[in-house]
């Protein structure tokens, strides 16, 4: 028997070392050997949960509980808590099956409501909501139904408790457009200001009178989505543990009259990390830089995944506001503690050169993060042995799946995991699901955010005008928080009047200030010109003026934007100040440089206030393109929003993204040198580089497509010819041959990213 094994063993070695077939994740040229000795790799075998729980490492002071495990819950990706504490779950079911993600177009995920009906703490009840659905990323709870979204569509299906009723309605058709599935939108978490925010998307919901109605925002992040109680949006991507929005949502953005982007968001702390187990199994784990040649850990983040900022006291009043952000691949969850810097949100990891929570157990798989009404941390892990997809998987990391036998079980698993302070009991459950409007108010002063903002959402929801006085009463308290909530309640009921605004700008907190002048843009033109001498009169902060130049400019007014140049004379070195004021000027841009007749001069100001008028003046249509040459752009075009998923990283608009790819429109890298974009193109880039005068550093290397088996020179051909004459661009089309040419001139760079200095 003995002998058996060892001929196995010998076999299974013997096929991990025979070349396999080519990973769309490979890079020809890189050397994936791994420079881990096999003797400190763990081995990773499917614990049961009274193993699991042994092999987590927990900041001190910490207890952590499971709350549901298999066979109550199956590949967890996504959580809401109604109104009554039970959660609402997407699961991920199909996700990577196998190594190859075989059947992941085989629609068997589901949507389930699991029950604690014992008040133990663990669950004991599960109800199969929606079932047969095709990977669900993203769920949203109404009093009457859910928004929940697949691999492409977002839906509205109404409900009746914990049963579908009638047909699914279709409320986004392209909400998931393009890309994989890593980098599909996802999540759907409610503002402060009523609306309902994504991850990965540049989209945002709001139901009006029945009907859902859809607005452009700023695209963020890539896997989960959380708000601070002020309202400010945080979120990240794979490589980038956390970054976090400076002001409200769409206070400069909105006016296309000119190319603006505003610097709201930035990288809050570094995303360095510390596993506490050997992790070879990373994809770009033969890499020095990814895992260290001294312990053999992750050095960075590389698959950082849902967050939630904790807006409770059940971990102790100095973890309140504390981000946690989920790391699948390093198997913990980071803390980074947060607060305002100057014009940006500054953060630290509260737990220094250790983790929050980290495992021994290489199938532990955080991938979201939640602040519960019973005042604890969830954690959802999909316990899952494969975390990456099919699409970048490596060879490499092929052969570390296989050697440990990641592959299986396939399905079948997951956990939801509770973490309390030892010394701070479970709070009690909430029952707010058949409560009355003027009995949800008091719930807006709760400490627990949760409960604020369910509180808030329910009072919105059911539409009752009848409570305004005692929102009035709250707003004109000294309830810090609850004040807030009372101020966008009154704003998504359209009680909110002018003297309401007015009496916040006579407080001491330049937040509430700064949330009432973002509400007032909701306010009719009668109440807005109606707040102006009080605007004009306030003595605005360095946040607050942001909000002041915005709600001015949108007024429009001669003496709203008199006092909008006062404010821009005063405040206007604040990049923001001046995108807000542009934001709120659109189409009215001609007036106020009439106005301001020159006494505020600003280069950046009256570049987009320049362009923004030539807009409106131009008659000369642009050039028309065919045969062809039309057929490539149309050709590029399908390939950039698809399977090339350039989308992902450079937008739909071309404009870039924060943190991912730098712009496209307009950029001297595109409509300039041929031979330079083309090596691009096939080879990938990795920044810092400068476009059109500025400096760009995405975190992570742009890919090249030469190494794609998928993509074929017409192919790239086809994309550089989108590209070049898209948006505003105007350049000529690029030829297959030309492509194939380059292909062969460049074929020792490999599919090496290269650097500016190389390309000069």
Same mark, same amino acid.
């Given at each position: 028997?003995?002998?058996?094994?060892?001929i196995f063993?010998?076999?299974l070695?013997a096929l991990?070392?025979?070349?396999?077939?080519?990973?769309?994740?490979?890079?020809?040229?890189?050397?994936m050997a791994s420079?881990?000795?096999?003797?400190v790799?763990?081995?990773a075998?499917f614990l049961?949960i009274?193993e699991? #729980?042994?092999a987590?490492k927990l900041?001190?002071?910490f207890?952590?509980e499971p709350?549901?495990?298999?066979?109550?819950v199956d &590949?967890?990706c996504?959580m809401k808590f109604?109104s009554d504490?039970r959660?609402?779950i997407?699961e991920?079911?199909?996700?990577?099956p196998?190594?190859?993600?075989?059947?992941e177009d085989?629609?068997?995920?589901?949507?389930?409501v699991?029950?604690?009906?014992? /008040?133990?703490g663990?669950v004991d009840?599960?109800?199969?909501f929606?079932?047969?659905l095709l990977?669900?990323?993203?769920?949203?709870?109404l009093?009457d139904g859910i928004?929940?979204a697949?691999q492409?569509s977002?839906?509205?299906?109404k409900?009746s408790g914990l049963?579908p009723v009638g047909?699914?309605v &279709?409320?986004?058709?392209?909400?998931a457009?393009?890309?994989?599935?890593e980098h599909?939108?996802?999540?759907l978490?409610?503002?402060?200001d009523?609306?309902?925010?994504?991850?990965k998307?540049?989209?945002?919901?709001?139901?009006?009178?029945?009907q859902w109605v859809?607005e452009?925002?700023?695209?963020?992040?890539?896997?989960?989505l959380?708000?601070?109680d002020?309202?400010r949006?945080f979120?990240n991507?794979?490589?980038t543990?956390?970054?976090?929005?400076y002001?409200?949502?769409?206070?400069?953005?909105?006016n296309p009259?000119?190319?603006?982007k505003a610097?709201i968001?930035a990288?809050?702390?570094?995303n360095?990390?510390w596993?506490i187990r050997?992790?070879?199994g990373?994809?770009?784990?033969y890499?020095?830089g990814?895992?260290?040649p001294?312990?053999?850990?992750?050095i960075?983040?590389?698959g950082a995944s849902?967050?939630?900022?904790?807006?409770?006291?059940?971990?102790?009043e100095?973890l309140?506001?504390t !981000?946690?952000?989920?790391?699948a691949?390093?198997?913990?969850?980071?803390a980074i503690?947060?607060?305002?810097?100057e014009g940006a949100?500054?953060?630290?990891h509260t737990? /220094?050169?250790?983790?929050?929570?980290a495992?021994?157990?290489?199938r532990f798989r955080?991938?979201?993060?939640?602040t519960?009404?019973?005042?604890?941390?969830?954690?959802?892990?999909?316990?899952?042995g494969i975390?990456?997809h099919?699409t970048? +998987?490596?060879s490499?990391l092929?052969?570390?799946?296989m050697?440990?036998?990641?592959?299986?079980?396939a399905?079948?698993?997951g956990?939801?995991?509770?973490?309390r302070?030892?010394n701070?009991p479970?709070?009690?459950?909430?029952r707010l699901?058949?409560?009355?409007?003027?009995?949800?108010i008091?719930?807006?002063?709760?400490?627990n955010?949760?409960w604020?903002?369910?509180?808030?959402r #329910?009072i919105?929801?059911?539409?009752?005008?009848q409570?305004?006085?005692?929102l009035v009463e709250?707003?004109?308290?000294?309830?810090?928080l609850g004040?807030?909530?009372a101020?966008w309640?009154?704003e998504?009921?359209n009680l909110?009047k !002018?003297?309401h605004v007015a009496?916040t700008?006579?407080?001491d907190?330049?937040?509430?200030?700064s949330?009432?002048?973002?509400?007032a843009?909701?306010?009719?033109?009668r109440?807005?010109?109606?707040?102006?001498p009080a605007?004009a009169?306030?003595k605005?902060?360095?946040?607050?003026?942001?909000?002041?130049a915005?709600?001015l400019a949108?007024t429009?007014t001669s003496k709203?934007?008199e006092?909008l140049?006062?404010?821009?004379r005063a405040n206007?070195?604040?990049?923001?100040?001046?995108e807000?004021a542009?934001?709120?000027?659109?189409d009215?841009?001609a007036?106020?440089?009439?106005?301001?007749?020159?006494?505020?001069?600003?280069s950046?100001l009256?570049?987009w206030l320049?362009e923004?008028l030539q807009?409106?003046?131009?008659k000369?249509?642009?050039?028309?393109?065919?045969?062809?040459?039309?057929?490539s752009f149309q050709?590029g075009?399908?390939?950039y929003m /698809?399977?090339?998923a350039?989308?992902g990283c450079?937008?739909?608009d071309?404009?870039?993204l924060d943190?991912?790819g730098?712009p496209l429109?307009?950029?001297?890298?595109v409509t300039?040198?041929t031979?330079?974009?083309t090596? +691009?193109?096939l080879?990938?880039l990795?920044g810092?580089?400068?476009?059109s005068?500025?400096?760009?550093?995405?975190p992570g290397?742009?890919?090249?497509?030469s190494?794609?088996?998928?993509?074929?020179?017409?192919?790239?051909?086809?994309?550089?010819?989108f590209t070049?004459?898209?948006?505003?661009?105007?350049?000529?089309?690029v030829e297959e041959?030309f492509?194939k040419d380059?292909r062969e001139?460049?074929?020792t760079?490999?599919? +090496?990213p290269y650097?500016?200095s190389e390309l000069?």
């Open positions: 028997m003995c002998f058996v094994r060892l063993r010998a076999v070695l991990l070392a025979s070349p396999l077939v080519a990973q769309q994740g490979d890079r020809k040229g890189h050397n420079f881990v000795p096999e003797d790799i763990p081995p075998p049961k009274e699991a #729980l042994k987590f900041a001190p002071g207890v952590i709350v549901a495990t298999e066979p109550f &590949m967890p996504m109604d504490g959660m609402w997407c991920l079911v199909g996700y990577m196998d190594i190859d993600g075989t059947g085989i629609a068997q995920g589901r949507i389930v699991l029950s604690d009906t014992n /008040g133990d663990m009840q599960r109800v199969v929606l079932d047969k990977l669900p990323r993203s769920l949203y709870l009093d928004l929940w697949n492409e977002l839906f509205f299906q409900r049963k047909k699914r &279709m409320v986004d058709e392209e909400y457009r393009g890309g994989n599935v599909k939108a996802n999540s978490v409610l503002g402060l009523n609306w309902i925010y994504n991850a998307s540049d989209r945002r919901y709001k139901k009006v009178k029945d859809m452009k925002t700023r695209f963020r992040g890539q896997w989960g959380d708000r601070d002020y309202g949006l979120h991507s794979n490589s543990l956390l970054v976090g929005d002001t409200f949502p769409n206070i400069a953005f909105g009259n000119a190319k603006m610097g968001s990288r809050v702390s570094s360095r990390v596993p050997v992790t070879p990373v994809n770009r784990g890499q020095r990814t895992i260290s001294e312990n053999y850990k992750l960075n983040a590389t849902g967050l939630t900022i904790f807006r409770s006291n059940g971990l102790g100095q309140y506001g !981000a946690f952000i989920t790391e691949t390093g198997n913990l969850v980071k503690s947060i607060e305002d810097g949100i500054v953060g630290e737990f /220094g050169e250790k983790e929050f929570l495992s021994t157990d290489e955080p991938v979201n993060a939640y519960a009404p019973d005042n604890s941390l969830y954690i959802l892990d999909m316990y899952h975390i990456q099919r970048y +998987v490596t490499y092929r052969k570390q799946i050697s440990r036998g990641l592959d299986k079980p399905n079948g698993h956990r939801i995991y509770r973490i302070h030892k701070k479970r709070g009690p459950a909430p699901g058949k409560l009355s409007a003027d009995d949800l008091p719930y807006l002063n709760h400490p955010g949760w604020r903002d369910t509180a808030q #329910l919105v929801e059911r539409g009752n005008t409570s305004e006085n005692r709250v707003l004109e308290s000294n309830h810090k004040r807030l909530h101020l309640c009154l998504g009921l909110l !002018a003297e009496f700008l006579k407080s907190s330049e937040k509430f200030s949330s009432a002048l973002m509400a843009l909701s306010l009719s033109q109440e807005k010109n109606s707040l102006v605007v009169a306030f605005a902060g360095a946040e607050s003026s942001i909000y002041k915005r709600l949108d429009g709203a934007l006092a140049v006062s404010t821009l206007g070195s604040n990049p923001i100040v001046k807000a542009f934001t709120g000027l659109k009215r841009e007036v106020f440089l009439g106005i301001n007749n020159g006494r505020f001069n600003n950046s009256d570049k320049q923004a807009k409106n003046l131009r000369v249509a642009p050039p028309k393109i065919k045969g062809q040459h039309l057929a050709r075009e399908k390939l /698809g399977r090339a350039c989308i450079h937008g739909a071309g404009a870039g943190n991912l730098p429109d307009g950029s001297d890298w300039g040198n031979t330079r974009l090596k +691009v193109l080879h990938g990795q810092p580089i400068i476009v005068g500025k400096r760009y550093a995405p290397a742009m890919p090249g497509l190494m794609n088996p998928t993509i074929s020179d017409q192919d790239i051909a086809d994309i550089l010819t070049r004459h898209a948006w505003s661009n105007r350049s000529n089309q041959s492509v380059s001139r460049n074929k760079q490999q599919g +090496v650097k500016e000069n």
